[in-house]
């Protein structure tokens, strides 16, 4: 279990802010209760809270607004079914889920991308719903990538990857973070650089996981960071923001995401890229950038 250090905190709001998760708690009669939500929210790092809201026609209402605590599970993005089974009725949500007690006492479900074990802190009223805000216990964050959902239909890393994997001479980059530092490798150049790989026929998430095996860390494809026209060797490139585990590379040592850190980085979009992610970093919101090696975008994750 990870202690509550605000960095890593901070990276665990920041990393599944618009992800799918299932709220859980204890009903009177003893019985694991649980519903699906996406409007779930980081509240403050010091100390660290967040919250949920709920809606006050929900049938777990007077068993949310009364307990002592909750947890906040965000979905990794396997469990699709978990999380239609958390939003229809159903008699028992957790017959087919694998959970146990979390630390501080609420269900947490098995295999998450990240939990949240809170204390409620209290109840906000709200119009048609209540704000549920909590202290965060104890927490977990995970290499599993996450669930997403917008405009009626869910959404996961590779769903992502594979919709802009339509051209030719398609280049992927892996960037592998943990705890405010970032995985390089050595180039041609006598320089550092990211793990990357052209996509071929085998598909860009396949692609991924290859950069991600090649290093011996345990780590997912995440979220999409940056898409952009490389214009000079003339090709797309997309980079994958992926979070590892403890452990040590086979190949490669990670460097904080400073400017000292990042001095031997030899490609200056690359370059650029991670200077904004230790920028985005700090402050728990990240932005997807869209453009080429020279000029472009950076559109906010909504």
Same mark, same amino acid.
């Given at each position: 279990?990870?202690?509550?250090?605000?960095?890593?905190?901070?990276? !665990?709001?920041?990393?599944?802010?618009?992800?799918?998760?299932?709220?859980?708690?204890?009903?009177?009669d003893?019985?694991?209760?649980?519903?699906?939500?996406?409007?779930?929210?980081?509240?403050?790092?010091?100390?660290?809270?967040?919250?949920?809201?709920?809606?006050?026609?929900?049938?777990? +209402?007077?068993?949310?607004i009364?307990?002592?605590g909750? !947890?906040?599970?965000?979905?990794? $993005?396997?469990?699709? &079914?978990?999380?239609?089974?958390?939003?229809?009725?159903?008699?028992?949500?957790?017959?087919t889920?694998?959970?146990?007690?979390?630390?501080?006492?609420?269900?947490?479900?098995?295999?998450v991308?990240?939990?949240?074990d809170? !204390?409620?802190?209290?109840?906000?009223?709200?119009?048609?719903?209540?704000i549920?805000?909590?202290?965060?216990?104890?927490?977990?964050e995970?290499?599993?990538?996450?669930?997403g959902?917008a405009?009626?239909a869910?959404?996961?890393?590779?769903?992502?990857a $594979?919709?802009?994997?339509?051209?030719?001479?398609?280049?992927v980059?892996?960037?592998? &973070?943990?705890?405010?530092?970032?995985l390089?490798?050595?180039?041609?150049?006598?320089?550092l650089?990211?793990? &990357?790989?052209?996509?071929?026929?085998?598909?860009?998430?396949?692609?991924?996981?290859?950069?991600?095996?090649?290093?011996?860390l345990?780590?997912?494809?995440?979220?999409? +960071?940056?898409v952009? $026209?490389?214009?000079?060797?003339?090709?797309?490139?997309?980079?994958?923001?992926? +979070? !590892?585990?403890?452990?040590?590379?086979?190949?490669?040592?990670?460097?904080p995401?400073?400017?000292?850190?990042?001095?031997?980085?030899?490609?200056?979009?690359?370059?650029?890229?991670?200077?904004?992610?230790?920028?985005?970093?700090?402050?728990?919101?990240?932005?997807?950038?869209?453009?080429?090696?020279?000029?472009? $975008?950076?559109?906010?994750?909504?």
């Open positions: 279990m990870t202690s509550l250090d605000p960095r890593a905190l901070r990276n !665990a709001f920041g990393s599944f802010m618009t992800g799918v998760t299932v709220v859980t708690t204890y009903g009177k003893g019985d694991p209760i649980g519903f699906t939500a996406n409007s779930f929210s980081s509240v403050s790092l010091d100390p660290p809270m967040l919250l949920v809201c709920l809606a006050k026609t929900s049938k777990n +209402y007077d068993a949310l009364s307990a002592d909750f !947890a906040v599970n965000v979905l990794a $993005e396997t469990q699709i &079914e978990i999380s239609n089974t958390f939003a229809r009725p159903v008699e028992d949500r957790f017959a889920v694998d959970w146990a007690n979390g630390p501080h006492g609420s269900p947490i479900i098995a295999d991308s990240a939990w949240f809170c !204390a409620m802190h209290k109840t906000v009223d709200a119009g048609d719903h209540v549920l805000i909590g202290s965060v216990m104890a927490f977990v995970t290499a599993n990538p996450g669930l959902y405009r009626g869910y959404v996961t890393p590779a769903m992502s $594979e919709a802009l994997a339509q051209s030719s001479n398609l280049v980059s892996a960037v592998i &973070e943990r705890n405010g530092e970032v390089l490798i050595d180039d041609t150049n006598g320089g650089a990211l793990p &990357e790989t052209v996509v071929n026929d085998q598909g860009t998430a396949a692609a991924v996981q290859s950069l991600i095996d090649a290093t011996g345990t780590a997912q494809p995440g979220f999409i +960071y940056s952009f $026209e490389d214009v000079v060797r003339k090709r797309q490139h997309i980079v994958f923001l992926c +979070y !590892a585990a403890q452990g040590s590379p086979k190949n490669g040592t990670f460097v995401l400073t400017t000292t850190g990042l001095d031997d980085v030899s490609d200056p979009a690359i370059l650029t890229m991670l200077e904004r992610l230790g920028r985005e970093a700090v402050i728990g919101s990240f932005g997807i950038y869209y453009g080429n090696q020279n000029s472009g $975008e950076v559109r906010p994750i909504a």
